[in-house]
């Protein structure tokens, strides 16, 4: 079973991710921050982390992405963006950090579930 690592600071869209991936068959995994993103994927290394950018704390979801990316044991999770952060700016900046997609906010959840069996295959 693949597993999917949500990471959001926001409980409703947490859920709503999950409720759109609830078709597949999927470990769901579940994050609020950054530091608990890179945590969760050192000891579970997911197939796919869904992440946040403005997240509080001292690590955003761009630092994570670039703390798993650079991690040997971590450096294969597939990494999406999803953000409120939509400029072409932002979607250049994160694929900079090693962000392997970039989804901007609102997103459409069948554009996102396609996306996601796209990239676990």
Known sequence: MKKILI???RE???DLVET???RGEYQ???GDTGVQAVEIAKAQRPDLILMDIMMPGPVDGLEATRTIK????T???TIILLTAKGQPADRQEGLLAGADEYFAKPFSPLELLRKVEQVLG
């Open 7 to 9: 990471v959001d600071d």
């Open 12 to 14: 409703e869209v947490r």
């Open 20 to 22: 759109t991936l609830s």
């Open 28 to 30: 769901i995994l579940k």
């Open 70 to 73: 650079n991690d040997p044991n």
């Open 75 to 77: 450096s294969n999770c």
